[in-house]
């Protein structure tokens, strides 16, 4: 794995008041919310994808589903433990931590969602084909993560890639 994370105990605690425990991106919960209701997710398998600090696998796991979070940091692996401990959804979620492929998911899930994750892997084939492998038949991709409308990148977002120490590998719409 190529994939970069830089969260700090501080920048954790800042994010947790600014939008809620265990989320880190702006928009996450309500994307959640939304999803959860669109599918019905109660009584689903769900892969969360770049699980992060446990917020959207536990609000999944509130809608009755059982939920495995993936996440390339053991620090925010451990966050998340104790955010479904807190929340009292242990039986219903469990995170591990993901070195590469193939992913450490034993059995076939309905449903993978993913918030800012997928555009920080590079080897977007292979990984495709794990989602394959794993997801059911009829099931879902969800997908929530930086793309660019164009070969060339922005003066913004050239700016933003620059300042930002995470490695992004960023895709059109059609590159998908």
Not at 36 to 45: A, D, F, H, L, P
């Amino acid at each position: 794995m190529s994939t970069v994370y830089h969260y700090d105990e501080q920048a954790l605690n800042t994010l947790a008041i600014l939008l809620m425990p265990g989320f880190t991106q702006l928009g996450a919960k309500e994307w959640v919310d939304a999803l959860c209701q669109e599918i019905q997710v109660s009584g689903k398998r769900v892969l969360d994808f770049g699980s992060s600090a446990g917020g959207p696998a536990c609000e999944i796991a509130q809608y009755d589903a059982q939920v495995v979070g993936l996440d390339f940091s053991p620090e925010l692996i451990k966050k998340s433990e104790a955010l479904a401990l807190q929340k009292s959804l242990s039986s219903r979620v469990e995170f591990a931590v993901m070195t590469g492929l193939p992913l450490p998911v034993t059995h076939k899930v309905d449903l993978i969602m993913s918030i800012n994750t997928i555009s920080r892997y590079k080897d977007k084939e292979n990984l495709f084909a794990e989602f394959y492998r794993i997801m059911r038949a009829n099931g879902t991709l969800a997908i929530m993560d930086w793309f660019h409308k164009s070969p060339h990148y922005s003066e913004a977002t050239q700016a933003f890639l620059s300042f930002t120490p995470d490695i992004f590998y960023l895709n059109t719409a059609q590159d998908y």
